[in-house]
């Protein structure tokens, strides 16, 4: 099965994607079948209608920025800079935690879309009987008009929203409150993208016109009969397809260049300057602008950048990279070999180095391999069935066997939790938590949900049976050592990072809040304020 978010090949039993980090253990979280093949052709050619495959697309990311069908709903962790805000559901009510603990209560109802920017200081939400709000650093801002948060916008840093009503787009100075009305006459489905700064909108009219605005300042007319689907770093660059969806072009100068029609794995740099993707044609890339040219002939049903953690995020149903260069970087290519019934065993993984004049391969091995980069860019981790390999990104790519797990069952994935040192200490395979000393591998417990790394660096948490519904939460030190968090507590799949601790549920429906201090909060008996008086909830 797939991710539906980013289609990254995994099964329901991993509970969290591999590469997103999205929960896949719920209802409608993975699609059965694989991405129709991409094609790479030199010219354009007519291909399904797009635009409706695009706000399909759109609809289920903004789907999946909620959990509604759990006991509880979280925005998910910042992937740049500091969280320095909590936004939690509790008994169906929107709240912002503080750090001092404070809790402000933002709706009486449980929104229906929900946003927020990237450095955790902004939050976006529609409900159905309040209609949209807006949260900068715990305080609400009001808008005057009724709009639709399913077509709004959040800047990289909270400052700034977009927001649409039925056919106007205003700016929303987040730090004041100012509203400015930008535009008039929106087409009923607006297609905005923003740049990865925040500064630089565009979006479409009815009449399929594209408008770039800068921090709600008077629109500049950019091209006719197109829709916008990016906008690089200061405005310089804007992607766009035509009409029908069919075709990717750039434009730069007042020059308007044909890219390809196939570019459903979009993936570029956080600047917006360079951009690849993989086709059964082979791997592309782009920089400033300019036409894709092909730089390995090997077919790649999907390719992404592998990054270290906390450098990649989701922006205008894109992915992000927080890096300056793609050039140098390695590269994960999934191919489906077979043409029978989907398969995770069907697939060939290609670690490669793209270059600007070619690829350099680094290894291969068949399925969904785990990889992972070392923090100074460079050794590649991988794994290739139970075995977990090594390999230098500079010289000769020559893989190293660093260890291998006996007795894994076939179909499994091999995952590796590695210390700030870039040591591989903590093994997973989908059912079994092992400790790694050196060539020794020593079984800890029996888990469910992937392990994860404690933020404040002490570990891994991992969630052991216990006797009753629930589990223990039980964070291992990098020395295998088990301490449990909370014995009292019967926790419930799935546990949540957020900033530098821990949200989950127990068995009775309750929402807690386990901090980098060990210190545990019971969401349910926190103080609401809502600026002028305290409420007990």
Known sequence: MRCRLCHTPCTPEEVFCPHCGSPVNLPGALIDDPPPP??????????????RIFAVCAAVCLALTLIGTLSY?????????ETRWIFAYVDDRLYSLSQDGQAVRLTDSRPSVVRYSLNGTGLLWQTESN??????????????????????????????????????????????????????GLAQTSYLALSPDGDFLVYNDREEQVWLSCRGGTPELLEKGMLPIF?????????????????????????????????????????????????????????????????SQEPCDFA???????????????????????VGLPVSCLTLKSNGPYDIQGYTTAFVRLEEDGVVPLAQCPGNA???????????????????????????????????????????????????????????????????????????????????????GRGVYALRGGEGEGYTLTRYDWSGNAVDCCP??????????????LLFSDTDGRDWYLDETDTLTDLSRLSAWDGSEQEGM
């Open 73 to 81: 709903a979280l925005t998910r962790p910042p992937r740049f800079g």
């Open 304 to 326: 992404t950048p592998i990054l270290p953690t906390g450098c990649s995020a989701l922006v205008n149903y894109f992915y992000i990279y927080d890096v300056s260069t793609l």
């Open 131 to 184: 209609g949209i709000g807006l949260c900068y650093e715990g305080k609400t801002i009001s808008v005057t008009h009724s709009a639709s948060a399913d077509q709004s916008a959040l800047s990289f840093d909270g400052t700034a929203a977009y927001v649409t009503t039925a056919a106007d787009l205003y700016w929303v100075d987040m730090t004041t409150g100012e509203e400015r009305l930008v535009a008039e």
């Open 231 to 295: 906008v690089s770093q200061n405005g310089e660059i804007c992607y766009l397809m035509d009409a029908d969806g069919e075709c990717l072009y750039s434009l730069r100068d007042g020059v308007l260049t044909f890219l390809t029609d196939s570019f459903r794995n979009f993936c570029t740099n956080r600047t917006g300057t360079e951009l690849f993707y993989g086709s059964e044609e082979g791997l592309f890339f782009s920089r400033n602008g300019e036409p894709f040219r092909m730089i």
């Open 370 to 456: 785990f990889c992972h980069l070392s923090a100074d860019g460079e050794t590649l981790f991988y794994t290739d069935g139970p075995t977990l390999y090594s390999c230098a990104m500079t010289g000769e790519a020559a893989p190293v066997e660093v260890l291998s797990v006996p007795d894994m069952e076939a179909g499994q994935t091999l995952y590796a939790l590695f210390d700030d040192r870039d040591t591989p200490r903590f093994l997973w395979t989908g059912g079994v938590l092992s400790f790694c000393d050196g060539d020794s591998i020593t079984p800890l417990t029996e888990t469910s949900q992937t392990p994860s790394l404690d933020p404040a």
């Open 488 to 501: 009292e507590i019967e926790v419930t799949i799935p546990v949540y990072i957020l900033g530098d601790g």
């Open 38 to 51: 991409l094609k790479a052709l030199p010219a354009p050619k007519k291909r399904p209608h797009f635009r």
